[in-house]
């Protein structure tokens, strides 16, 4: 992800499979630092699945924790 900060609106989502359509749902719309704490506590299983978009950019909520 591009340099960003802590308060900068990102939208957390996340992509699923399961039904082979691959839609994307939307879990939170805010700063990135409250979406990092969302993102933490939901299951590890949902988190492989789970990107931060902000206006210029999209990554793997994985990567981010790998960097």
Known sequence: M???YNDATVRLYHLSDADGGGGAETIFYGSL???MR???QQPEDVQDGLFLATDNDVVAYIDLLEN
């Open 2 to 4: 591009r340099t960003t």
């Open 33 to 35: 630092d409250e979406a």
């Open 38 to 40: 969302i993102a933490a």
